[in-house]
């Protein structure tokens, strides 16, 4: 198989488990809608010292570490989108600054985060700071961070009245284009919450594209 086709089939099975934890991660939210927010905290909380005690005594215990780090993240985004204001601008404001944040720790870890992720294996406190699957075509790796912002804009979304389908479209959409740039420029390393601030702009677009169809207009 030629290299290329090679990478772009790995790209595209690597894009099929990134739509998979975007179904979930931004279906959580419709979830919990009835859980009360201590609830949340508290099993949250739990993982959290899970998590750092793991992280601290290295203990690369796969695939365990992968599910402590998704849960760690969907209680923490869970969170984050019920304190943020249910309104366009405040939740655009914070995601520019958390799209500025990832894009600034992508190029400062740019030449660790390339070299373990190509990597045989992973080292154990790694495994804390990554979610990592390992398959039978390589190594699949997603960033915390970016399983947060899913659900904290999945929850802020649902708060504000809007569709799950239509967030997680946008969602979807952004990532496509994310991989979309690695295929063509194969190699580089990329920020992901931009790609997913873009989705959510598109789906405030469509869902105002939607009310504006919905409401009767006098003739």
Not at 4 to 17: D, E, H, P, Q, R
Not at 76 to 100: E, N
Not at 183 to 193: S, Y
């Amino acid at each position: 198989m030629p290299i290329a086709l090679g990478f772009a089939m790995n790209a595209l099975a690597s894009f099929v488990i990134s739509l998979l934890f975007t179904l979930v991660c931004m279906a959580f939210p419709w979830w919990v809608r009835g859980v009360k927010t201590w609830l949340i905290a508290l099993v949250f909380a739990v993982c959290l010292i899970l998590w750092g005690l793991g992280a601290a005594f290295s203990l690369g215990w796969y695939p365990w570490t992968s599910v402590i780090d998704v849960i760690v993240a969907m209680g923490a985004g869970a969170l984050l989108g019920r304190v943020i204001p249910a309104r366009f601008w405040p939740f655009f404001v914070f995601l520019i600054t958390m799209s500025a944040l990832d894009t600034a720790q992508v190029m400062l870890t740019i030449h660790t985060s390339t070299s373990s992720l190509h990597s045989a294996r992973t080292p154990a406190g790694e495994l804390y700071s990554n979610v990592i699957l390992y398959l039978p075509w390589g190594k699949y790796g997603i960033g915390p961070f970016d399983l947060i912002m899913l659900v904290t804009i999945a929850m802020n979304w649902r708060r504000r009245g809007g569709r799950y389908l239509v967030v997680f479209l946008g969602a979807a959409l952004g990532i496509a284009i994310a991989y979309g740039v690695l295929i063509v420029k194969p190699g580089i390393t990329l920020a992901l919450i931009p790609f997913l601030m873009l989705g959510w702009l598109i789906s405030v677009a469509v869902a105002e594209w939607l009310r504006f169809r919905a409401t009767p207009r006098a003739l």
